[in-house]
């Protein structure tokens, strides 16, 4: 098997500002490293997606992240500020949406907003304004009076996520947001967090359904045991590594061909080459699992 | 909600909508109620039936009647909120962390000490709500007499002041254990020891040490029972010198307070005897020890230990109450388990955040 080549060190283009710089992140309990040695550098605006086996080393890196958990070695920015320095500025500026949402038992939807627009200290004239705001863009208006534990859980996931919207935060970490959700609220979750980049938030994700982070994420890092395998956008990791890529074309009539191209460009030129041909194409699709294939190819099956 | 034009703790505001929309609340200040007006019927029809040993007027009886309502009422709420505080407070930390609420509370901009104390504050204003419902009862002996509004503010700031130690320790107890259950057995625990374990170990003081000297009261600081006692208490038997006694479960405890050679007659030296010419010279045997008085110069009477010396203006403590010294003692105690639970929510922390 030849090695891989080092995909861990995407080249960051000058003067694109930086919503969250992680160097040298180490964090380890014992002799286990939970995470060892990482370097992500997430530019604003973009959607950066985690992705990595159970034991990887996400949710501990959100962590760090979050101001919850002190690294064992590395610094960390997230919108300029320390989290172990200044957790207060972090908390601020950042909105942290864990992997499970606990619930309150006895309040109501906006109950709940309005708790956490008082725990971010925000104005109390403010309330009613944020809290519609917040209802519509995650499509819970009509939810407003419903108690939060009677609510189903694609709707509890959007509603930790207006919770961490709450006080319109730089920065958004969501840990697994898609996790257990039907495929109904996994495209509204999607739908949602497109939205937000467009509205200039910088969004750090992490989810198992690789194909909807594909669709999404500007740019993706791959982690396994803790360390850091890949990093960049999906396309470039599969240029990088070089690997074939699976065509098929319909042509009128019904036919199917599958072809084999081994770049973007060779992929340009199959679908040249076959109009010159005036072979009637009607599909030109690749057919590879896109993120799923390169997290395969990266990923060695250490920590599952 | 707002104090003084600042918002009120959030964390406070939650804790008491949550807590009056359950049913448990609702239970819970039934039965306590329940309790205190059985206690308060059964007193009533034991006292009010019993013949009158000193012939005493109607309205002393009546007041000794609506003493003894008040503090029998008074000892059983503290007994109730032993129950009631530590059971509801000590899933303060470890509820949050089950229901993985604890984490985005965390990431607020709540300080640890904003959420503990909101949590806190929770749990006394719980306990405030059930003196408040207690007050009719309370009302019963101010009807009968023999209790001021000194003597209500006393007792009530008493039971307020217990909710507080015990919502404390239960704060401690629920940021220490990962599981509410393990919280509950230990905060529930520590009020055990400090309302039984404390008076059994002074207890067991008395019986060990065959020195001949009293135990060492210290140890009963740590006792709300005996704080209460001594912050309430007045003396309880003195029918000879024609005051009113009566009979209150805080009786043996202020008994036992008092020093045993400033006892007399079971009773205590009233405080205006303390050093004082007392109305007449006679000797008073107490546990076969003999409590004698002289006859001074100016013709005054003194009271005096079987050593020699004068009975002390004040209970041994260098003149400072003991209800006082317990207030200082079970304070910092309380303090102290904030503080454990302040630094145990504190974050950016080593280990990984649960909940």
């Known amino acids: ?304 | 909600m707002r104090l003084r034009g600042r918002p009120l703790n959030p964390v406070l505001a939650r804790e008491v909508k949550e807590r009056m929309r359950t049913r448990r609340t609702t239970i819970v200040v039934t039965v306590y109620l329940a309790v205190l007006a059985l206690i308060l019927q059964v007193v009533y029809s034991g006292m009010s039936g019993a013949q009158d040993a000193f012939g005493d007027s109607l309205a002393t009886q009546s007041a000794r009647l609506g003493r003894s309502l008040f503090e029998t009422l008074l000892f059983f709420m503290l007994v109730l909120v032993c129950f009631i505080v530590p059971g509801g407070t000590a899933d303060a930390v470890s509820g949050e962390r089950e229901r993985q609420t604890l984490v985005p509370l965390q990431v607020s901009l709540l300080s640890p000490r904003s959420i503990l104390a909101g949590k806190l504050l929770s749990s006394v204003a719980f306990v405030f709500l059930l003196v408040l419902a207690t007050l009719p009862l309370l009302g019963v002996s101010f009807v009968l007499g023999g209790v001021s509004v000194g003597d209500l503010a006393r007792g009530v700031a008493a039971v307020l002041a217990t909710g507080l130690v015990l919502a404390c320790l239960a704060l401690g107890c629920s940021s220490l254990a990962r599981r509410t259950q393990g919280a509950m057995i230990l905060a529930y625990g520590l009020t055990l020891f400090l309302a039984l374990g404390t008076a059994m170990i002074y207890g067991a003081q008395h019986v060990l040490d065959d020195t001949g000297r009293r135990p060492n009261k210290a140890v009963l600081t740590l006792n709300p029972f005996f704080a209460t006692a001594d912050a309430t208490g007045r003396a309880t038997f003195d029918g000879f010198f024609g005051r009113f006694s009566t009979s209150s479960p805080f009786d043996p405890l202020r008994l036992l307070l008092v020093p045993e050679d400033q006892r007399f007659f079971g009773g205590f030296v009233e405080e205006e005897f303390r050093g004082q010419p007392m109305p007449m010279p006679m000797p008073m045997p107490v546990d076969g020890e003999a409590v004698e008085f002289f006859e001074e110069g100016d013709g005054g009477a003194f009271g005096v230990l079987p050593d020699g010396r004068p009975i002390p203006p004040e209970d041994a403590g260098g003149g400072i109450p003991f209800w006082a010294r317990s207030v200082v003692v079970l304070g910092w105690i309380a303090g102290a388990a904030f503080l454990l639970a302040t630094r145990r929510l504190r974050t950016p922390s080593d280990r990984a955040a649960v909940g």
């Not at chain 1, 919503?19 to 014992?30: C, F, N």
């Not at chain 1, 403010?126 to 859980?153: C, H, N, Q, Y």
């Not at chain 1, 890949?230 to 990088?240: E, L, N, T, W």
């Not at chain 1, 690997?243 to 009128?252: D, I, K, P």
Request: hydrophobic residues 45%; contains cysteine.
């Open chain 1, 1 to 304: 098997m030849t090695a891989l080549p080092d995909l861990s060190a995407a080249p960051v283009g000058e003067g694109v500002e930086l919503a969250v710089q992680v160097e040298g992140l180490t964090k380890r309990y014992g002799d286990l490293f939970a995470v060892r040695d990482l370097a992500l550098s997430v530019p604003r605006g973009a959607i950066f997606g985690l992705i990595g086996p159970n034991g990887a080393g996400k949710s501990t890196t959100f962590l760090v992240l979050a101001s919850l958990l002190a690294p064992t070695a590395g610094r960390v920015r997230v919108a300029g500020h320390d989290p172990v320095e200044n957790p207060r500025a972090v908390r601020a500026t950042l909105g942290y949406m864990p992997d499970v949402m606990g619930v309150y038992d006895n309040l109501r939807v906006d109950e709940y907003l309005e708790f956490f627009a008082g725990a971010y200290r925000l104005p109390r004239s403010s309330w009613p304004g944020l809290i519609d705001g917040l209802l519509e863009l995650v499509d819970l208006a009509g939810k407003r009076r419903t108690m939060v534990d009677s609510l189903s859980r694609g709707m509890k996931q959007r509603l930790s996520l207006a919770r961490a919207l709450v006080h319109d935060p730089e920065v958004l970490v969501l840990d697994e947001p898609a996790s257990g959700l039907d495929p109904r609220a996994r495209v509204e979750l999607r739908e949602l967090l497109v939205q937000l980049r467009d509205m200039g938030k910088t969004v750090v994700i992490s989810s198992h359904i690789l194909a909807e982070l594909e669709e999404m994420c500007t740019e993706v890092a791959i982690l396994e045991a803790g360390r850091l395998l890949a990093v960049g956008s999906p396309r470039s990791i599969g240029d990088q590594l070089g690997g074939a890529r699976a065509v098929r074309v319909r042509l009128a009539g019904g036919e199917v061909q599958e072809h084999t191209v081994g770049s973007e460009e060779e992929q340009q030129a199959l679908l040249a080459r076959l109009v010159a041909e005036g072979l009637p194409v009607v599909e030109f699709t690749e057919t590879s699992n896109g993120l799923e294939d390169l997290f395969l190819r990266v990923t060695k099956g250490v920590v599952q």
